[in-house]
């Protein structure tokens, strides 16, 4: 099965600087890979999602980056703001045709510092 | 769109009883559903996959009779933990995919459910 690893788990950064956490997967049939936020006690929230036919995706201050070669794939966040302050987790789906469940990784804690 | 909900949002039950979360699809049809299992400061992991009208498929390590999963309708989806005990204490969250063709494999989650087995 599909297996995903995420650093950093706990990234502190300046409010107005970037921010980059990155994901690797193990299951080169993976397609799909999807970005979550999570505040403390609420459901995961897609941020940006990214198809295995694309490398990059943009969405005002958020990107995603993919390298299929490498099995990696990047969520930049720029111009952080306190309200980036959350948790984030990447998955991914290897689906072979049918609906999969995610893989996630176990979570970065973005903390923006004032 | 694309709204899920569940409910209870959270329940306290006593060791040994069963609990049933529902988890509904408010304006979509899901032929699938999902349901994973959020240990505190934990990630989310997939404990099962429920198909409308058909068994559901549980993940390596997910006991298949104490997870209960009955998937009666399009729009809705039940998981049952029965015979509770504090180790099964956790966030129980749902997600259904609308199998949109201009939005594939994407999921919309529900917000949760927190169980306290006491």
């Known amino acids: 099965g599909e297996n995903v690893e995420q650093h950093p788990s706990t990234l502190s950064v300046q409010e107005g600087d970037s921010a980059v956490i990155k994901c690797t997967y193990s299951d080169s049939a993976s397609n799909y890979f999807p970005w979550y936020k999570q505040e403390l006690g609420k459901r995961p929230q897609l941020i940006i999602d990214i198809r295995s036919n694309v490398g990059e995706k943009k969405d005002q201050r958020i990107a995603v980056t993919l390298n299929k070669t490498a099995k990696h794939f990047s969520l930049h966040i720029t111009e952080t703001q306190p309200e980036d302050s959350a948790v984030y987790f990447c998955?991914?789906?290897?689906?072979?045709?049918?609906?999969?469940?995610?893989?996630f990784g176990k979570g970065t804690h973005l903390i923006i510092q004032p | 769109g694309a709204v899920v909900s569940q409910h209870p949002s959270w329940v306290i039950c006593k060791s040994g009883t069963s609990v049933k979360i529902e988890c509904r699809s408010l304006?979509?049809?899901?032929?699938?559903m999902f349901w994973y299992r959020q240990f505190p400061k934990q990630s989310l992991m997939l404990m099962a996959t429920s198909n409308e009208g058909s068994k559901a498929t549980y993940e390596q390590g997910v006991e298949k009779d104490k997870f209960l999963i009955n998937h009666a309708s399009l729009t809705l989806s039940t998981l049952t933990v029965t015979s509770a005990h504090p180790e099964d204490s956790s966030f129980y969250i749902c997600s259904a995919d609308p199998g949109l063709a201009a939005n594939l494999y994407e999921q919309y989650f529900g917000p949760g459910t927190r169980l306290t087995v006491t």
């Open positions: 304006d979509f049809q899901a032929t699938t």
């Open positions: 998955a991914a789906i290897e689906s072979g045709g049918g609906a999969d469940g995610l893989t």
